[in-house]
Nanobody
Framework: QVQLVESGGGLVQAGGSLRLSCVAS????????MGWFRQAPGKEREIVAA????????RYADSVKGRFTIFRDDAKNAAYLQMNSLKPEDTAVYFC????????????????????WGQGTQVTVSS
C-alpha cells in the first residue's frame, strides 16, 4: 500500500523560506511523476509544481515561478518543495501527490490525474 507523508510546514513571515518534504512508501517511486498541490480555504486545489520521473521536466504555477523549486531524491523515495520569498497568498495546505502511471511522459497539472496523496501540511505566511 502506497503512503505519502509530508512534513516541513509551519508559520513563517513574509519573505521567509520553508522546505516541504514528502516521503513515499512503495517500490515504484522512481517511476512516478510527482506533484505538489495546495488548497486555501474556500478555494479549489491547485497545482504548485510537478516533476517528471526522470528529472527531464518540471512545471510550476505562474504564481510561484522563480520562488519555488521542486526536486526529488529517488534514493530516499522523497520529493521536496523549496519555497523562498514566501507571500501571505501562499498560505494553504500543501499536498504532495504521486502519479501512479509508471514512466509517464506527460507531467499533469490536474489533481485527478494523481493517484496517491499525502495528508497535507499547513503553510501559513504572516504579513
Amino acid at each position: 500500500q502506497v503512503q505519502l507523508v509530508e512534513s516541513g510546514g509551519g508559520l513563517v513571515q513574509a519573505g521567509g523560506s520553508l522546505r516541504l518534504s514528502c516521503v513515499a512508501s512503495g517500490r515504484s517511486f522512481s517511476q512516478w511523476n510527482m506533484g505538489w498541490f495546495r488548497q486555501a480555504p474556500g478555494k479549489e486545489r491547485e497545482i504548485v509544481a510537478a516533476i517528471k520521473w526522470n528529472l527531464s521536466y518540471k512545471r510550476y504555477a505562474d504564481s510561484v515561478k522563480g520562488r519555488f523549486t521542486i526536486f526529488r531524491d529517488d534514493a530516499k523515495n522523497a520529493a521536496y518543495l523549496q519555497m523562498n520569498s514566501l507571500k501571505p497568498e501562499d498560505t494553504a495546505v500543501y499536498f504532495c501527490a504521486g502519479d501512479g502511471r509508471l514512466l509517464g511522459d506527460y507531467v499533469s497539472d490536474t489533481a485527478s490525474d494523481y493517484d496517491y496523496w499525502g495528508q497535507g501540511t499547513q503553510v501559513t505566511v504572516s504579513s
